[in-house]
């Protein structure tokens, strides 16, 4: 009697149970005869012959194979419908020793995802993509996917798939392959055991594609789904072997492994103290010097609003830098016409001492109008009690409202004075620091410094605000008690 | 660890019954045609495949129809 030993038996990497709704821990979720089951098995005698359990990332998709999670003892991300080559690139640069293989359905591939693993495989990405093609939508029971055959019945093509109505297969592995970046593309099929074992040789190759670091890599798996296409398992697999291998030919796609140069290693991350000099952030923002309730009770609403050009929404993200930069709970919105210059712009800032909850200023505290027509938009939502700056020599006398603060000042002018009204923006910005002292002055200067970009902008924008501050200064003394009340929150209105 | 066969036979599988759907892959790959399916019902409600206990020359082709992770184990003759 020979001695026998073990040749064949579940590989390593699988869990011994799945812990899936209780009881079905021996079994995996798929349907008696399911392509993905083999698949899988592949994969996992790939990752447990090169040794690599340690290091893989799987990516699993949206579709039937969801699950992978719950058989691969490996780590694991699932991942938005279609984005499964997006995280993966994402994984695999972040952790550039780890290896990441992500798996998906042709539904999700081929259709909503297209666009992802088009660009993956063309950056070239150090990823390994399994894509597992049945074409049909399988786990939502049965839809025309784009890889569906012309003439097959599905229930969004109940008289079958007509090449006029519903175009033709997508074949993903001979376009994939027609680009310059991928390492590896080959498409292989589960329709007898020859293609199986020529499958497992291919998605071994693909993965070690990756461990070589020589570039994308993907294995296209032409796989039976017995349950929607009404068959039973053996006559699933003729139909893989017999007509599907017919229009999508099973051979190698494009096989660079002999010539490709391993990718070099990415540059270590940066150490994470070393960010704010990286980003040029303060090392850290002095206490403010605002009253005490603008700094408590913050929760103030403003809408900036002028011609595109006008430096709108420049404004507004200083306030909103300036704001963070001293610790304040901050949202910036812009909103623009498709125009670079003179369409009209706005933003909404908020700045509050607790955290924003919509970015949207509806009503606003702050109304910064650098023309008529936003003058006339948008001073029916200012709070009673608000503050308005206007850009001009005075404010129309059909825009006037007797419940708000309202001031005009020709900023672009003043700006003008100073060397260009392209800095009018920042004279505004000056103004509404010296009536409403809502951050300080040392900290708005420093994040001026980081958002202007050249000395000689910066040095015309620090006159523009200075003077912006005087023309206030000048104007009103006593703006600050009137709308303090309109910029701190309706809550602390009630406790005082 | 090495087991000892019955009979004089290459190589012999043992199947999960529990773990097997019984969708009849392996023993359509089945090459020496020693696998049927079992006409009892395993506890998910399937008729497992069954190994007739002679004949396995221990190629391991079913292991590779099989598409459970660990339905199939493969035994064969040391060399």
Same mark, same amino acid.
């Given at each position: ?121 063309? *950056? ?55 680009? %310059? ?36 890599? @993907? ?57 704010? *000099? ?26 900036? +609003? ?7 929404? @420049? ?5 909103? %830098? ?60 200012? %709070? ?36 260009? +009204? ?44 200075? *003077? ?29 | ?35 049927? @399916? ?34 199939? *184990? ?6």
């Amino acid at each position: 009697m020979p001695e026998m030993k073990q040749t064949h038996g579940k590989a390593q990497c699988f869990y011994d149970t799945y812990e899936r709704k209780g009881e079905l821990t021996h079994q995996t979720h798929y349907c008696p005869g399911c392509g993905h089951g083999i698949s899988m098995k592949l994969l996992a005698e790939a990752i447990d012959e090169l040794g690599i359990r340690d290091r893989v990332i799987l990516v699993s998709p949206v579709g039937c194979s969801v699950f992978l999670y719950y058989y691969f003892d490996v780590g694991n991300v699932q991942v938005a419908h279609g984005r499964a080559p997006a995280v993966a690139t994402g994984l695999k640069r972040a952790r550039p020793d780890s290896i990441v293989i992500s798996y998906q359905g042709d539904g999700d591939l081929a259709a909503i995802g297209s666009s992802e693993i088009l660009h993956a495989a063309n *950056r070239g990405e150090l990823i390994t993509c399994l894509f597992a093609n049945n074409a049909i939508y399988g786990m939502t029971g049965g839809q025309m996917a784009p890889t569906t055959l012309l003439g097959r019945k599905t229930t969004t093509t109940p008289f079958g798939r007509d090449k006029i109505k519903d175009g033709y297969p997508l074949h993903v592995s001979e376009v994939l392959s027609s680009l %310059e970046a991928p390492v590896f593309v080959e498409r292989v099929a589960l329709g007898s055991t020859k293609q199986i074992l020529a499958a497992k040789r291919a998605i071994r190759k693909a993965v070690e594609t990756q461990v070589k670091g020589l570039g994308f890599s @993907l294995v296209e798996i032409l796989s039976p789904c017995p349950t929607i296409w009404k068959q039973d398992p053996v006559e699933a697999q003729k139909f893989v072997r017999e007509t599907m291998a017919e229009v999508y030919p099973v051979s190698n796609k494009c096989d660079r492994t002999a010539t490709a140069e391993p990718h070099p290693a990415p540059a270590p991350a940066p150490d994470l103290d070393e960010l704010p *000099r990286i980003l040029k952030l303060p090392a850290a923002a002095p206490a403010g010097t605002a009253p005490r309730a603008l700094r408590e009770d913050l929760d103030c609403r403003i809408k900036i +609003a002028g011609f595109g050009g006008q430096g709108v929404l @420049l404004l507004g993200q200083l306030l909103a %830098e300036a704001g963070m930069d001293d610790g304040l709970e901050v949202s910036w919105l812009p909103s623009y016409g498709p125009e670079m210059r003179s369409g009209t712009s706005n933003c909404h800032v908020r700045l509050a001492s607790k955290p924003v909850d919509s970015p949207l200023v509806t009503k606003s505290s702050v109304l910064i109008a650098l023309n008529e027509p936003s003058l006339d938009k948008f001073l029916e939502e200012v %709070e009673p009690g608000g503050l308005v700056l206007y850009n001009g020599d005075e404010i129309p006398e059909d825009a006037r409202r007797q419940d708000v603060t309202m001031r005009a000042l020709p900023f672009f002018e003043i700006a003008d004075e100073v060397g260009t +009204a392209k800095a009018g923006n920042i004279v505004v910005l000056g103004a509404l620091l010296e009536a409403l002292p809502l951050l300080p002055a040392e900290i708005v200067d420093r994040a001026m410094a980081r958002v202007v970009k050249g000395e000689k902008w910066l040095e015309i924008d620090r006159k523009a605000m200075e *003077r912006g501050r005087q023309a206030m200064n000048a104007v009103v003394s006593a703006v600050v008690s009137a709308v303090v009340s309109a910029v701190v929150s309706k809550e602390a209105h009630c406790h005082a | 660890m090495p087991v000892t066969a019955m009979r004089e036979d290459r190589g012999f599988i043992e199947i999960n019954a529990q773990e097997c759907k019984g969708c009849g892959l392996c023993v359509e790959a089945c090459v020496q045609k020693v696998l049927h @399916l079992s006409p009892h019902l395993n506890h998910y409600g399937y008729h497992p495949a069954e190994y007739d206990g002679r004949g396995c020359n221990g190629c391991g082709v079913c292991f590779y129809a099989c598409p459970e992770p660990g339905a199939i *184990r493969v035994f064969k003759a040391v060399a």
